[in-house]
Structures are given as structure tokens and as C-alpha cells.
């Protein structure tokens, strides 16, 4: 079985769909999906969702998309949110310069979270795009306060950079993008030790082939551990086994729940 580590089933493309898509996770392998905030509302709706599917967990934050609007308050109501029982994490959060979004919000967010997770005592999960000197600065800088795990999700950089990032011995988890056409990132994948790979979908986007051109789902999440199991030269079954362990790890599950 395949837990989906990294969901956003309250996207308004999915959510008023959320029972059946639940519903077909037997048929293709899913164990469950951790469902993942972005913002305040998604971070709330994750929490309530998790309450309601047994098979949901929750993780709360503020993507760097949002850290302009966030504030002490949002983050006091992050504290809040994480007591239930159901959150795992703290994220997304992280740093993204492929939009125009503003620099020093994003990081002085991503310092306020990197520090609430650690008071909470919870793994962090981290969104990186284009943005990985300042990044690493920022982890090197604030090593202290990640003690917990931390996740760098739809891992997109260089092998080189998993080797810098080493001083944190970070999950690395990969999704549909490693199915795309011209998008060999077997090395990568490699690269990662066997007890730090995860895998994800990050649906509704990154739709994994063959089934491009349809709104992603956890339903989805196969395709992802077969072109995995191809890259890495192990089976489907081996893929399963590893990263389901390993997402259980990560975020302190109980392999009884499974
Ligand atoms: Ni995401």
C-alpha cells in the first residue's frame, strides 16, 4: 500500500469530490493521504478534514504565497490548530522566487514557522523553488530549531544540493513531475538515501503520465511508485514498502493504523 504524502484535496477542483476520490483509494493502492495547508483556510479545512476520514492527516502552515498576509495572530491560530491530535507537521512552508513574491516576507515566515514547529515539537515540510542559496542559509542559520524531521517536498534540485543539504538529513519526496517526458530524474532519486524517499502527488497538480491533461488525485499516486521503482531498479512492491515506512517515520504514524 502507498500513502500519498503530500495532498491538497480541498483545492476547489477536488473538494466537492472528496468522497469518491476517498472511496476509489483501495483499488489503486492508497492507504491514506496526508493533507497538506497552504494558507489559513486550507490549514483549518486540513484539520477538519483529518476529523472526518480516518485516513486523513493533517499538516498546517503558510506557503510562501501567502507569508505577506500572514500574521501573529495567523500564526498564534497555527499554534492552536496543531494541538488536535490529527496534524503532523507544520508546512507547507518554504521559500519560492519563481513568482514575483516578496523576498523578505518569505523568509522572515519562514523563520517564524521553522520556530513554531520546533516549540510544537513537529517535523517541518518545505516548499523550494528557485530559491536554494537562501535556503540553505536559512537552515544553516537556524539549525538549532529543526529537531524534528524535516521533508523537502516535490524535490526539484540538483544532486549536488541533496549532498549540501546533508547536515540535515533530510525526506526527500518526489511526485508526478518524475514521470514527465525529458524530465530524467533518476540520478536525483539515487542520490537520496533508501530510508529518506517519499512519495507524493501534490494533487490537484502535477498529473503523472499517462494521465496528463487530467486533474491529479491520490488515485493517481501508482504511476508516480512505478516510475520510481523503474529509476531506482527495485520493484513496485519494494517502492511501496520503503516509502511507505519511511512516510510513517516521518510523520510519526503507527504502522497499525495502515
Ligand atoms: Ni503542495
Given at each position: 500500500?502507498?500513502?500519498?504524502?503530500?495532498?491538497?484535496?480541498?483545492?476547489?477542483?477536488?473538494?466537492?469530490?472528496?468522497?469518491?476520490?476517498?472511496?476509489?483509494?483501495?483499488?489503486?493502492?492508497?492507504?491514506?493521504?496526508?493533507?497538506i495547508g497552504c494558507d489559513m483556510q486550507s490549514s483549518i479545512g486540513a484539520v477538519e478534514l483529518s476529523k472526518?476520514?480516518?485516513?486523513?492527516?493533517?499538516?498546517?502552515?503558510?506557503?510562501?504565497?501567502?507569508?505577506?498576509?500572514?500574521?501573529?495572530?495567523?500564526?498564534?491560530?497555527?499554534?492552536?490548530?496543531?494541538?488536535?491530535?490529527?496534524?503532523?507537521?507544520?508546512?507547507?512552508?518554504?521559500?519560492?522566487?519563481?513568482?514575483?513574491?516578496?523576498?523578505?516576507?518569505?523568509?522572515?515566515?519562514?523563520?517564524?514557522?521553522?520556530?513554531?514547529?520546533?516549540?510544537?515539537?513537529?517535523?517541518?515540510?518545505?516548499?523550494?523553488?528557485?530559491?536554494?542559496?537562501?535556503?540553505?542559509?536559512?537552515?544553516?542559520?537556524?539549525?538549532?530549531?529543526?529537531?524534528?524531521?524535516?521533508?523537502?517536498?516535490c524535490y526539484s534540485g540538483s544532486k549536488e544540493m541533496i549532498d549540501r543539504f546533508s547536515f540535515l538529513d533530510?525526506?526527500?519526496?518526489?511526485?508526478?513531475?518524475?514521470?514527465?517526458?525529458?524530465?530524467?530524474?533518476?540520478?536525483?532519486?539515487?542520490?537520496?538515501?533508501?530510508?529518506?524517499?517519499?512519495?507524493?502527488?501534490?494533487?490537484?497538480?502535477?498529473?503523472?503520465?499517462?494521465?496528463?491533461?487530467?486533474?491529479?488525485?491520490?488515485?493517481?499516486?501508482?504511476?508516480?511508485?512505478?516510475?520510481?521503482?523503474?529509476?531506482?531498479?527495485?520493484?513496485?512492491?519494494?517502492?511501496?514498502?520503503?516509502?511507505?515506512?519511511?512516510?510513517?517515520?516521518?510523520?510519526?504514524?503507527?504502522?497499525?493504523?495502515?
Amino acid at each position: 500500500m502507498l500513502i500519498d504524502s503530500h495532498a491538497h484535496l480541498l483545492d476547489e477542483r477536488l473538494a466537492t469530490n472528496i468522497p469518491q476520490i476517498l472511496a476509489e483509494y483501495p483499488q489503486n493502492d492508497v492507504a491514506m493521504s496526508i493533507e497538506i495547508g497552504c494558507d489559513m483556510q486550507s490549514s483549518i479545512g486540513a484539520v477538519e478534514l483529518s476529523k472526518k476520514y480516518k485516513n486523513i492527516y493533517a499538516v498546517v502552515g503558510c506557503h510562501p504565497f501567502c507569508a505577506e498576509q500572514i500574521t501573529d495572530n495567523d500564526l498564534q491560530t497555527l499554534f492552536e490548530l496543531a494541538q488536535n491530535e490529527k496534524v503532523v507537521a507544520i508546512g507547507e512552508i518554504g521559500l519560492d522566487y519563481h513568482y514575483d513574491y516578496d523576498k523578505t516576507a518569505q523568509k522572515s515566515v519562514l523563520i517564524k514557522q521553522i520556530k513554531l514547529a520546533d516549540q510544537l515539537k513537529l517535523p517541518i515540510v518545505i516548499h523550494l523553488r528557485d530559491a536554494y542559496q537562501d535556503m540553505e542559509n536559512i537552515l544553516t542559520e537556524y539549525k538549532s530549531y529543526i529537531n524534528n524531521g524535516i521533508l523537502l517536498h516535490c524535490y526539484s534540485g540538483s544532486k549536488e544540493m541533496i549532498d549540501r543539504f546533508s547536515f540535515l538529513d533530510p525526506y526527500y519526496a518526489f511526485g508526478g513531475s518524475i514521470t514527465f517526458k525529458n524530465n530524467n530524474r533518476a540520478e536525483v532519486i539515487r542520490a537520496v538515501k533508501k530510508d529518506r524517499l517519499m512519495i507524493e502527488t501534490d494533487c490537484p497538480y502535477l498529473t503523472p503520465v499517462p494521465h496528463r491533461g487530467e486533474i491529479n488525485t491520490p488515485n493517481f499516486l501508482k504511476f508516480v511508485a512505478e516510475r520510481m521503482a523503474l529509476d531506482l531498479n527495485i520493484s513496485y512492491e519494494e517502492v511501496a514498502k520503503v516509502t511507505t515506512e519511511n512516510t510513517l517515520r516521518f510523520y510519526r504514524l503507527n504502522k497499525e493504523i495502515l
